[in-house]
């Protein structure tokens, strides 16, 4: 099946630094989203991507649709402590809901 | 509205017995799916439904059934518990209408270790 490589796994920040995280893929999806999971909780969705070059943000979250339409980058400006938690990238090949989700990137950071 | 809600939170199985995962929705979507997520890991897609009466296997299906008598509920069967089945399963619903991807609402999940 479709993979997602996401990249960092994990990271260790301190409050107030910038976060970069990415994901790619060897094939191209249509859709790309961003959702974040807290401990304990299920994934929330965070951005969703439609078209290739689209960048959109929510708050201090930035992500952008590659152009390749096979990657997708995820942004956090100024990172605070209740950013903490899972980062998940998942792609819509084309019609339909059925997600693929990459692996996450965990992100910690240090008040 | 509750959202997406599932039950248990936690369980222990030993290696054989069976168990059903419940998981309702009250926001009246047609789409539900049954996700497992394995440590360290992205989810996986069990099984889906479209709608009442209608499921299909997602990704990693072995193991599992399903079924959908209502809109509201989508239980997840274990029939023969076996210790690749620890994980987190999380539940999710979301209203689908053929165009853009519509949000999947996810259930704040189950753990399930077999031992």
């Known amino acids: 099946g479709q993979q997602l490589n996401q990249s960092p796994q994990s990271m260790f920040i301190q409050e107030g630094e910038d976060v970069s995280m990415n994901c790619t893929s060897s094939s191209i999806f249509n859709t790309w989203l961003w959702y974040k999971q807290d401990p304990g909780e299920g994934p929330v969705l965070l951005i969703a991507l439609y078209k290739a070059g689209e960048l959109t943000s929510n708050g201090r979250l930035t992500a952008q649709f590659g152009i390749t339409r096979k990657d997708s980058f995820l942004n956090i400006s100024a990172s605070i402590p209740s950013d903490v938690g899972i980062y998940f990238c998942a792609g819509l090949p084309g019609a339909g809901n059925m997600l693929t989700f990459g692996g996450g990137t965990r992100l910690m950071v240090k008040p | ?115």
Request: proline share 5%.
């Open chain 2, 1 to 115: 509205n509750a959202g997406v809600t599932q039950t248990p939170k936690f369980r222990i199985l030993k290696i054989g017995q069976s168990m059903t995962l419940q998981c309702a929705q009250d926001m009246n979507h047609n789409y539900m799916y049954w996700y497992r997520q394995d440590p360290g890991m992205g989810l996986k897609l069990i099984y889906y439904s479209v709608g009442a009466g209608i499921t299909d296997k997602g990704e990693v299906p072995n193991g599992y059934n399903v079924s959908r008598s209502t809109t509201e509920d989508f239980p997840l069967r274990l029939e023969l518990a076996a210790p690749s089945q620890t994980s987190v399963y999380f539940c999710a619903s979301s209203h689908y209408s053929g165009r853009k991807y519509n949000e999947q609402f996810f259930g704040p999940g189950t753990r399930l270790t077999v031992l």
